[in-house]
């Protein structure tokens, strides 16, 4: 049975990165999606099904991706280094840029909700 898992491994990997680009080239070309999400939902299908794999060809049997505590980081961490922790991140830096540009020439775009005009003692007191 060891040998059927390390054949099976071995053939399942070169499948996986196959499916992956033949899957990119689908979404961008016969999709019409860009780029970025189209790689977005290649990585997010991988994703689920490497788990899947993994639970069905574990390394090892005491091993679990379901037992492990790593594996929500992993997750987080494979979803925010691709497309859509790109986007968060320019949208954040948008926004700082633009406030910035504004205060810098004396313009506000928040609201004044801060009570500015209390005495120091209030503001730190309601702070």
């Not at 091993?63 to 320019?90: C, K, V």
């Amino acid at each position: 049975m060891n040998r059927i898992n390390t054949l099976a491994r071995g053939l399942l990997w070169p499948g996986v990165i196959a499916a992956s680009l033949a899957g990119f080239y689908l979404l961008r070309s016969a999709g019409g999606l860009a780029d970025g999400l189209a790689l977005f939902v290649v990585t997010v299908a991988n994703l689920v099904g490497i788990a899947l794999l993994e639970l069905w060809l574990p390394l090892r049997r005491q091993w679990s991706l379901l037992r492990d505590a790593q594996f929500p980081r992993d997750i987080a961490h494979a979803l925010l280094a691709t497309e859509g922790g790109g986007r968060i991140a320019r949208a954040l830096l948008d926004t700082g840029a633009v406030l910035l540009a504004a205060s810098l020439a004396g313009l506000s775009l928040t609201p004044q909700i801060w009570p500015t005009h209390w005495p120091f003692f209030a503001q730190f007191a309601l702070g």
